[in-house]
C-alpha cells in the first residue's frame, strides 16, 4: 500500500506541473482544449492526492509496521480514533495532510466555477497549481510519508523489515480536541490559498475588481470560519491537556496561527469598502497576499526549528524549502503588483473621517499593528542572536502588554463601526447612536467597579464589552422592532426573519458578540488565583470558596496506558460538592507521561485541579489547584463566533414581507413624472445605515 | 493581689503575643510569597538548559521535579526571605543563566525595537490615515464639477444613483 501511496502522490505531482505549465500555455494561446485538458489535470491531482492519503491511513488502520511513518506514530493498541489524528502527527504526515486539505480546497473551486468565469478561471488554475507543486515536492522529495523500513543486508542490497509493534502516538495528541484541531487550524490555514489564487489571478488578468472579490468572499469566510475555531480548539486543548491553568501562553507556534487570522480579519471588514464604494482595491489584493504569505510562514516557523517552540518539530533543513517559496511568492506578488498597479485605482475616496469606512480603516490599521507586534514579538529574538550575539526570550508578559491595549482598541471600534454611517455621519446621528449604548456602557463599568474589578484592563474591558454588546443588541432590537410592525410577528421572528434577510450583515453582528463573549472570559484574567501543595491523602487544601479534600491516589491500567488518578473531594461551605479525577497517564510504548487535568466549571468560574505528579523532597502526591474565573465565557464565545460565521455564509433570504408593504405605502416612480407623494427616508435610511 | 493579677493575665498575654507574631509572620509569608510570585512572574524556566527547556514563566512551571524550576524557586523564595530587591534578585538570575532568562526583553539597547516597535506603527499608521483622508478631501473640493451638473436630472441618472446608493448603504 505504501507503494501505491507513494505512486499516487507522484503521479500527482506530474499532474499538478502539467496543470501549472498547461495553464500558461492556455492563458497564452486561449485555446479552448487546452484551457479544458489543465483543469482536468487540476482535478485529477487532486484526486491522486486523496488516493495518496487514503493509502497511508489504510497502513495505520492494519497495522503495517513496515512503514517508518506508522512505525514511528502508532501501535496495535492505538484505538481508530487517534489513528486517524495520527496522520498529521509527524512531519511528513501533516505535510500530506495539508496537501490533502488544499486539494479539496482546489477540487471544490474548479468543480464549482468548470463552466464559469471563464477568464479569470486559468490564471486561478495556474496559481493553485503553482502552490500544489510546492507541497507536492515536499511530499515526494523532501519528506515522503511513504518510506519503508529497510535494512542492509549483504552486498548492500536493501532488505524490508516489519516491526512487531509502532512506538505509538506522542502522548500530548491523545486527547479528543487534538483529533479535531489541527485539521480545523490546517483548514483556515489552507482555505487561504484560494483568495489569494483569486487576488493573483485577478490581478495577472486584470479581472473586475467587485467580482473577484464577490466570488472569494465566501471561501475567505469558510477559512477565517476554521482558522479561528482552529486556534479557539487549541486554546482549549492547552488548557485541557497542558495543565499549567492558562489557555494562551504566546508560543511562537500558537502565535503563528494567529498572525493570518488578523490579517484575514482586517480583509473581512475592508473587502466591504472595495464591494460597497471601490476604495482601497491595493491594500485588499496585499492583505490577501500578505495573509496567504504570514500561512507560510506559521508553517516555516513550526517546520524549520528557528524558533524554540513545545509545538515544533525538530529542526530540519524543510524550513530552507518555505522560505524559497516565500522568496518565490514576494517576487511574483510585486511582479504583478507592479505590472498590473493601474488597475487597481480607488473609485471613490473617502469623504469624512466619523464615517463607516474611516472605522473600516482604522480597525484594519489596529489589525495590522497587532499583527506586526505578535510578528515582530515572536521573530525577536531570532534578529536579537543576529545582531547582538546575545540571547533575548520574549516571553508572555511581554506580548500581553503590548497587545492588551490594542485589543481594547479594537473591541471599542467594534462597537463604534456599526454606528457609524457609509460615507459622513452627522453630529446629531452620533448623539442619538451613541447615547444609549455608552450610558449602559458606563453602568456595567460602575457596576463591575463595584462587583470588583479594580484592575485597570479588566475594567475597561469590561466595560467595552458592555458598551458593544448594548450596540449589536440595539441594532437586532431597531430591525426587528420594524418588521414586527409591518408584519406582526413575534420580536424572535422578527429577529430571525431580520438576520436571514441580511445574513452576511447580522452574522457579522453575531460574530462580534462572540468576540465580546471572549473578551469576558479574557478580562477574567486579573483574578486568577492559583494554590500548589503537597498532599497526603486526608489532608485538605483552600481554594477561594473551596476546600479540596485528597481521598487517596490510585492506578488503573487502561489499553495504551496506565493512569494514576487522584480522588479528589470539593467541598464548598463544608458540604461535599463533587469529586474531581485529577490523573497522570503513562504510555507504554513511550514511557512519556501525559496531564489530564479534572476541571469543575461554571459560569462564574473554573475549578481546575492537576495532579502535578510527586514531590521529589517530600515523595508525596503534588496536587496544584487553580481558580479562572469567566473561563467558560471564551469557549461560549468561541462558538458563537462560528455560529456567526455559518449565519453570515448562508444566503439572503427575500424580503417578501416588507416589499408588499412598500408597495402599499410608496408609489412606483414612473419615469419622467414626479412622485405623486414624496419618499420620507427613515432616520436610519437618511444616515445610510441600511 | 497584684502578683496573682499579673500571674492571671500573663497566658493571655502569652497568647496575644503568640498571635500578634502569628498574624504579623502569615502577613510576611503572604507578602513574600507575593513578592516571589511577582519576581518569579519576570523569570522564565530552564532557558537554554537541556534538563527542562519548558520556557514557562517560573512561578508556572508546572513539571514537578523540574530541576531547574525547583533550584530556580528555591533561590528566588530565599532572596525574597533575606529581604534582597527585586533588582538584586533578577540580576543573580541573569548573572547565572544570561538575559534569556528575563521573560521580557530588558528596556535597553537593540531590545527597545521590540518594545517601540508596535507604539510607533500605530501612531505613523494613524498619521498616515488622517494624512490620506484630508488629502482626498482637499481633492474632493477642488475637482470640477461633473458635466451636467445643474442640469435636470434624468430618471436614468436618478435609477442609477438610486442603484448606487442602495449598493453602497446596505450593510
Known sequence: MDLFGSFALTLAFICAVYAFIGGVFAIRTRHPLLVKSTRQAGIATCILIFAGTFSLEYLFFSDDFSSAYVVAHSNRDLSAFYKVAALWSGQEGSLLFWSFLLAIYVFS???????????????VGVVLAGVQIFFLTLNNFVASPFKSLGVAGVGGAMHFVARADGNGLNPLLQYPEMVIHPPNLYAGYTGFTIPFAFALGALLARYPGEKWIHLTRKWTMIAWGFQTAGVLLGAHWAYAVLGWGGYWAWDPVENASLLPWLTATAFLHSVMMQEKRGMMKVWNVWLVFITFLLCITGTF????????????????SIGNWFLGFIGVILLVCFVAYFKNRDYLKSENQLDSIVSRESSFLFNNLILLVSCIAVLSGTLFPVFSEWLSSSRISVGAPFFNKVNVPIGL???????VGPLLAWRKTSAESLRRNFAWPLGIGLIGGVLAFAFGFRQFYSLICLTLCVFVAATISMEFYRGAKVIRARSGASFLASGVDLTMRNTRRYGGYIVHMGMVLIFVGLAGVAFNKDVQKDMQPGQTMQIGQYTLRLQSVDSKPEKNYTAERMNVEVLRDNKQLMMLYP?????????????????????KEDLYVVYAGISPETEVPVIHAYLNPLVKFIWFGGAVVVLGTLVALLPNRKSVLVLSAVHQTVPHAIPGQPLAQPFRPTPAMREGRD | MT???VRKRFPWTILCVVLTLGLVAATLRAQQTDKAKEIGGKLLCGVG??????????????????????GMLKTLDEGVANGDSETTIVQRFVAEFGTAVLSEPPKSGLNLVAWYLPGTTLFA???LVFFVISRWRKRAVSAPAAPGAGAEISPEMLARARARASRETQD
Open chain 1, 409 to 415: 482598541l479594537l473591541l471599542f471600534l467594534t462597537g
Open chain 2, 49 to 70: 538548559t537541556p534538563m527542562c527547556d519548558c520556557k514557562q514563566i517560573l512561578t508556572q512551571c508546572n513539571h514537578v521535579g523540574c530541576r531547574n524550576s525547583s
Open chain 1, 301 to 316: 516557523l513550526t517546520r524549520s526549528g528557528i524558533v524554540a517552540s513545545v509545538h515544533a518539530f525538530a529542526q530540519s
Open chain 1, 109 to 123: 473551486v474548479l468543480m464549482t466555477y468548470r463552466h464559469k468565469n471563464g477568464e479569470l478561471m486559468p490564471y
Open chain 1, 583 to 603: 490523573e497522570r497517564r503513562k504510555f507504554n510504548t513511550t514511557e512519556q507521561s501525559g496531564t489530564m487535568v479534572a476541571i469543575y466549571s461554571t459560569l
Open chain 2, 125 to 127: 499608521g494613524v498619521l
Open chain 2, 3 to 5: 502578683s496573682v493579677r
